[in-house]
């Protein structure tokens, strides 16, 4: 049964991939989301090579994959899977978190998988493609902060040694501000340079708790608590300064205009 890519607005159905070589896990996950409309299971795989040719043909909106088999196949291959789609990695290792990480997983699940933890992933899950599709104001302001969620840590590539590509696990708190550039993304973190990745502005918006992260405009995420100053020495351009980096950060007037209502309303009357 091909099961295509479907937002009902009353519970935002998504189609499924499941990718894992245990079909006891495989049983397990698709009866547990039985009890979720908001996740159809199109289809399985139980190879990388077939998943690659299933997603191809069912075009999914999310893939759960087990990590093991990644490390198995090649992680070029698991890499092809995931593109521009959404990815919650399912392992029995708890240390292979590093990996679900350097995928770009919006959420890592431990076997057998919880209906508490699903529930975050879920939550998770409807909070990217709700944000994919930019709802409006109202439906912004109906949404329950107490719902969200997000990792208290998200990976970031780090220098490059030796040729090899590595990762950090970084502190939310840590991340000062993001700049999307199309499908990629520029990170600040403190005390150090910039980073670059293969992460859009919408994936950020999706990872990073929503009570200290604000987007103003298309093309900035950035953390309140971190600003210390902002200066307008053009007429269409305005300078955010940061505590803990030195450079600031340049954005338009209509970015601007909304940070300072952001900034007025979060302070004490």
Known sequence: MIVPRLHNEAIHTLSALIVDADAASV???????????????????????????????????????????????????????????????????PDFAMAAFEFGAIDYLLKPVREERLQETLRRLDRL??????????????????????????SIPAQRSGGRKSSDLVPVNDVIWVESLQNYSVVQLPGRERRTLKRTLTEWTALLPEQKFVRIGRAHLIQIAKIKSITSPLRNEVLVSFHGVEQPLRVGRAASSKLKVILRGSCPA
Do not use: N, W, Y
Request: charged letters at 25%; hydrophobic letters at 45%; a positive charge.
């Open 27 to 93: 049983r397990h996950l698709k009866a547990v989301f039985k009890h979720h409309p908001q996740i159809a299971v199109g289809c399985t795989a139980s190879t990388i090579a077939t998943a690659i040719a299933q997603a191809k043909k069912h075009c999914p909106d999310v893939v759960f994959l087990d990590v093991a088999m990644a490390s198995r196949e090649g992680f070029t291959m698991a890499q092809r899977l995931v593109a521009d789609r959404a990815l919650v990695v399912v392992s029995d290792q």
């Open 129 to 154: 493609f709700s944000r994919s599709s930019e709802p409006s104001a109202d439906a912004e302001k109906e949404s329950s902060p107490a719902l969200r969620t997000s990792f208290d840590r998200v």
